[in-house]
Nanobody, 121 residues
């Protein structure tokens, strides 16, 4: 299986910054794309940011100008730089990846188990 592990979450004051990382591990797989999602208490999981094959990033309106998604393809790792954090950003943040096995063109999806980000004074 392809395993995704998020890290970098924690408690931060409003206006602060955090950088989340997501590392994909396994063997004989290739990452096609990666993205970040979040789920706040009592809310549905929502897309935060994605980066496509054209290397253009897309962001939810609520995080535009504050969050930046990036990838290190060689390390199968993605990052989410979060600046000017707001209380409303409090959520469990999940990374996901679309991938395929080296011998297959069928895309599969993996999800991390999430990392908690709490923005509070």
């Amino acid at each position: 299986q392809v395993k995704l592990v998020e890290s970098g979450g924690g408690l931060v004051q409003p206006g602060g910054s955090l950088t989340l990382s997501c590392a994909a591990s396994g063997s004989n797989f290739v990452i096609h794309s990666m993205g970040w999602y979040r789920q706040a208490p009592g809310k549905e999981r929502e897309l935060v940011a994605t980066i496509g094959r054209d290397s253009l990033a897309n962001y939810a309106d609520s995080v535009k100008g504050r969050f930046t998604i990036s990838e290190n393809n060689a390390q199968n790792t993605k990052y989410l730089q979060m600046n000017s954090l707001k209380v409303e950003d409090t959520a469990v943040y999940y990374c996901n990846a679309e991938y395929y096995w080296s011998w297959s063109s069928t895309r599969l999806v993996a999800w991390g188990r999430g990392t908690q980000v709490t923005v509070s004074s």
